[in-house]
């Protein structure tokens, strides 16, 4: 449950000081949004960029409990560096280290992407 928890995501667009990397436009946006929705605790941006079946996933005690865990952490202030794309399946899976300011802590971000939707959004 807690891997699936921290799968879910989080965004803070305004504390993205930097994607060293140049990602795909529309990828990044969405990688924003979605940063940003975790930071504020902002759930409903997560059902607007996903899937139907990611919407599902992405319960209320979901979200609640993956800002808990990461969105604090964010909100300290983060820097995001684009690593890459993998395609697969007809899926596009997009890579984002995310260096925790002020922590030694490192994040791996996952963004799965399907037709420009969100399939899968998760942090290791």
Do not use: H
Request: glycine letters at 10%; a neutral charge; one cysteine or more.
């Amino acid at each position: 449950m807690r891997k699936r928890l921290i799968s879910l995501g989080c965004c803070l667009l305004s504390s993205l000081t930097a994607f060293p990397g140049e990602s795909p436009g529309e990828a990044k946006n969405i990688y924003g949004v979605l940063m940003q929705g975790i930071v504020d605790g902002d759930r409903s941006v997560f059902e607007d960029v996903g899937t139907e079946q990611f919407r599902k996933q992405m319960t209320p005690e979901l979200f609640q409990a993956a800002q808990i865990e990461i969105g604090d952490r964010l909100r300290q202030g983060f820097q995001s560096v684009y690593l890459g794309k993998v395609a697969k399946n007809g899926r596009e899976i997009f890579l984002w280290k995310i260096i925790i300011l002020q922590s030694p802590d490192e994040l791996l971000a996952t963004l799965i992407l399907e037709n420009n939707k969100v399939v899968g959004f998760f942090f290791q």
